[in-house]
C-alpha cells in the first residue's frame, strides 16, 4: 500500500512537470477578457492631441494655454443623458425608499430569503418591478403616507409625491487620499499589539466627506459616504432668465413624456456624480447577479477626456466637426446655440433640442458642441494646465460645503443653446459651482477601457508606435 501511494505520488509530481516543465506560466485557468461595447457608448481610443484653444482667445481669459497630452482609451456616452435616463435614477431611489419602509414592517413580503429560508436584509430586496406594488394598496399605504405633500401643499387636493424627500444614500472610496504616502499601511511598524496602535506606524490623516481631519486608523478612513436630493430642480427655467416668458418648460420639461430624449438639465455637479456612482452600482449589481466578477465604473469625464473626445479624431480642429465655421456647405448651422446676436430659432430650435439632432463628430459622438454645457469631473483653476500631468491631465477637488465659492468651481465644456459660438469650440472652457443648477448644463459619462493592445491607437495627434 505503501508502495502504492509512493507511485501515485511520483505519478502527481511527473504530471506536474508536464504541465508546467520548471517554467513560469502564470495561474492556470484563469477567464479571457474581452470586453463587451456598453450599451449606449462609443469607443474613444487613445492617442494625443494639442490641447487648448486652437482660435483666438476672444475674451483674452488664458485659461486654455496650447499643450500636448495624451490619453487613455475610454468609452463614452453617445449623447447627454436624458430626461428619461436620469428618471430610471430618481425612480429606483424613490422606490428604494418605499421598500425601506414597506421592508421594515412587512419582511415576509418584500425581503428576499436565504438558503435556509431566514429572511436576510443583506441580499436586498425584491425589485420593483417584481413587485408590481401599488402605491395605493390599504395595507401598505399608510406606511408611505409621509412621501406624500402635505395636505395644504397640493394644488387641486391631488395626492402627488414629495421629490424633497428622494435622498440618494451613496458612497465611494476616496483613492487619492488613501494613496498618500503618510496614509500607507506599513507592515514594519504594525504595532497592533500596542495600546497606542495606530493604522500605519505613525498617525495619517484624511479629510473626510464633511470636510473634518480625522486620523487614518484603517481602510474604512478611505470611505466616504454622502447624500444627495436627485431630482432636478425644475425652476431652473425661470430662475435663470429672470424677464423671459419660460414658465411651460419650467412645468413639463423634466416629467412630459414629449420631452424624454431632451437632455437632462437642472441637475448640479454633485448629483451628476452621485448618477454616475449609482449607474456604476446597477451594472455591477447585474455582473454579480450573474456570477461574474468584473466591475465597471462609470465616472464624469476629465476636460482633458472630453476635449480629446470632442475633436473626433481630428487634429488643430476648432469645432468638433472639424471647420472653422458653424455652418454647413448649404448655409445651415450644424449645431444648438445663440446666433446672430439672439436669433435662437435660426439652427432649428429654440431652447434645448432632442439629443442626437444634429449629425455626429468622427468618433460618433451627438452635442458635442451646443445644446447643453456638459460638467467634467475637474475643478477649475485658471492655471491649470501649467500644473498639471501631459499624461491623463486631472485635477480634480470635490468641495466641501464651508469651503469659499472659488474652491466650487468645476469645468465645464461644449456650449449650450442660448451660447454664442466662442464657447462650442473644442477648447474653449468654463465654469460654473459645484452646488449650482442650470438649464442650459446637462452631462454624459465615461468608462475607462480595460483593454491594452496597439489597435486601439488613436489617430489625433498623427503619433506613431
Not at 443623458?81 to 422606490?95: C, G, S
Amino acid at each position: 500500500m505503501r508502495k502504492l501511494a509512493l507511485i501515485l505520488l511520483s505519478l502527481g509530481v511527473l504530471s506536474s512537470c508536464e504541465t508546467y516543465n520548471g517554467e513560469l506560466t502564470g495561474v492556470p485557468g484563469r477567464q479571457e477578457w474581452i470586453e463587451p461595447d456598453p450599451y449606449g457608448m462609443v469607443f474613444v481610443p487613445m492617442g494625443s492631441y494639442q490641447m487648448g484653444l486652437i482660435g483666438e482667445d476672444v475674451p483674452f481669459a488664458m485659461t486654455a494655454t496650447t499643450q500636448t497630452v495624451s490619453v487613455d482609451p475610454f468609452w463614452m456616452d453617445d449623447t447627454e443623458i436624458t430626461n428619461n435616463e436620469f428618471r430610471q435614477f430618481v425612480h429606483w431611489v424613490r422606490d428604494s425608499i418605499a421598500m425601506k419602509k414597506l421592508a421594515t414592517n412587512f419582511p415576509e413580503d418584500f425581503i428576499l430569503e436565504d438558503n435556509q429560508g431566514n429572511y436576510d436584509p443583506d441580499k436586498g430586496w425584491l425589485s420593483w418591478e417584481a413587485r408590481e406594488f401599488d402605491w395605493q394598496d390599504e395595507e401598505y399605504a399608510p406606511l408611505l403616507e409621509d412621501m406624500y405633500l402635505a395636505e395644504d401643499e397640493r394644488f387641486f387636493m391631488r395626492k402627488e409625491l414629495d421629490t424633497r424627500l428622494w435622498v440618494y444614500h451613496y458612497f465611494w472610496v476616496d483613492i487619492k487620499q488613501a494613496a498618500i504616502y503618510e496614509n500607507r499601511y506599513n507592515f514594519n511598524l504594525d504595532t497592533q499589539d500596542d495600546p497606542d496602535y495606530v493604522w500605519n506606524g505613525q498617525r495619517g490623516q484624511v479629510i473626510n466627506e464633511t470636510g473634518d481631519i480625522e486620523d487614518v486608523n484603517g481602510r474604512d478612513a478611505f470611505i466616504m459616504e454622502d447624500d444627495v436630493q436627485v431630482y432636478p430642480d425644475t425652476l431652473v427655467w425661470v430662475r435663470d432668465f429672470t424677464y423671459s416668458f419660460n414658465e411651460p418648460w419650467t412645468e413639463m420639461y423634466f416629467w412630459h413624456p414629449a420631452y424624454d430624449d431632451y437632455p437632462c438639465v437642472g441637475v448640479n455637479w454633485e448629483q451628476a456624480r452621485a448618477f454616475s456612482i449609482w449607474r456604476t452600482q446597477l451594472m455591477n449589481n447585474y455582473l454579480n447577479s450573474k456570477d461574474q466578477t468584473w466591475v465597471q465604473r462609470y465616472r464624469l469625464p476629465t476636460e482633458s477626456e472630453w476635449e480629446y473626445a470632442s475633436r473626433g479624431g481630428l487634429h488643430l480642429n476648432m469645432y468638433p466637426w472639424g471647420g472653422p465655421y458653424t455652418r454647413n456647405i448649404e448655409g445651415c448651422f450644424i449645431a444648438n446655440f445663440k446666433n446672430m446676436r439672439g436669433n435662437y430659432v435660426a439652427d432649428g430650435g429654440i431652447k434645448t433640442l432632442k439629443v442626437g439632432t444634429y449629425s455626429p463628430n468622427g468618433y460618433g459622438l451627438y452635442d458635442m458642441a451646443g445644446n447643453v454645457a456638459e460638467w467634467t469631473n475637474n475643478a477649475f483653476d485658471e492655471s491649470a494646465y501649467s500644473f498639471t500631468m501631459s499624461l491623463n491631465p486631472d485635477y480634480t477637488y470635490r468641495a466641501n460645503f464651508t469651503d469659499p465659492p472659488a474652491m466650487k468651481r468645476k469645468v465645464v465644456r461644449g456650449g449650450s443653446w442660448k451660447d454664442v459660438a466662442f464657447y462650442l469650440q473644442c477648447g474653449a472652457r468654463t465654469y460654473e459651482y459645484q452646488d449650482s443648477v442650470k438649464c442650459y448644463i446637462g452631462f454624459r459619462c465615461v468608462r475607462s477601457y480595460m483593454g491594452r493592445d496597439a489597435a486601439i491607437m488613436g489617430t489625433s495627434g498623427g503619433g506613431s508606435y
